[in-house]
T-cell receptor, first 110, second 112 residues
Framework: GQGVEQPAKLMSVEGTFARVNCTYS??????LSWYQQREGQAPVFLSY????GLKDSGHFSTFLSRSNGYSYLLLTELQIKDSASYLC???????????FGKGTSLVVHP | DPKIIQKPKYLVAVTGSEKILICEQY?????MYWYRQSAKKPLEFMFS???????DNQTASSRFQPQSSKKNHLDLQITALKPDDSATYFC???????????FGPGTRLTVL
């Protein structure tokens, strides 16, 4: 299929880390993006990955395995304000028409 | 200063009417997009434009027509509005037709 799948919810603790997983169809891969979206607001771009491996962007890091159709967003040194929905947007065929996952709602507890 | 402007922020329309949603980006990007997000649903890709040319259209209904008068403008005309069209419409842009996209603040449309 051409879907993008993410877990609906994730909980973690302030000061620790959280990993948001995303699986997607491997056909026609053009790259995969991660966004943060707060309630009632627009998505905010975090990272775009096309190469396998870990891409370290400080507070946010992303990992990609193209052969497995798998990516994750890693948030370290969590703060309460990191509580938000995290969206994965992946390929959906040869042309560029991204498919968004339903988002993972991350709740960071004190 | 906002880099992507969407007007209006809120819009209420009656069934059967026509509205135009405005989008302007000041990021110097070459590609622009429209998305729709209904309550509790994922973001839904609608259109993509690159260098003012329509690249992809995932909207089944011809009631939705993008209009690009300038490279940094991509408006969305919606005709014969229906209550099911109620959603937040986001405009986005990217440097080229790949890579991450930057989203505008959205226009929340309510059709009565």
């Amino acid at each position: 299929g051409q879907g993008v799948e993410q877990p609906a919810k994730l909980m973690s603790v302030e000061g620790t880390f959280a990993r948001v997983n995303c699986t997607y169809s491997t056909s026609g891969f053009n790259g995969l993006s991660w966004y943060q979206q707060r309630e009632g607001q627009a998505p905010v771009f975090l990272s775009y990955v096309v190469l396998d491996g870990l891409k370290d962007s400080g507070h946010f890091s992303t990992f990609l395995s193209r052969s497995n159709g798998y990516s994750y967003l890693l948030l370290t040194e969590l703060q309460i304000k990191d509580s938000a929905s995290y969206l994965c947007a992946g390929p959906s065929g040869g042309n560029y028409k991204p498919t968004f996952g339903k988002g993972t709602s991350l709740v960071v507890h004190p | 200063d906002p880099k992507i402007i969407q007007k209006p922020k809120y819009l209420v329309a009656v069934t059967g009417s026509e509205k135009i949603l405005i989008c302007e980006q000041y990021l110097g990007h070459n590609a622009m997009y429209w998305y729709r997000q209904s309550a509790k649903k994922p973001l839904e890709f609608m259109f993509s434009y690159s260098y003012q040319k329509l690249m992809d259209n995932q909207t089944a209904s011809s009631r939705f027509q993008p209009q690009s008068s300038k490279k940094n403008h991509l408006d969305l005309q919606i005709t014969a509005l229906k209550p099911d069209d109620s959603a937040t419409y986001f405009c986005a842009s990217s440097q080229e037709e790949w890579g991450g996209e930057y989203f505008g603040p959205g226009t929340r449309l309510t059709v009565l």
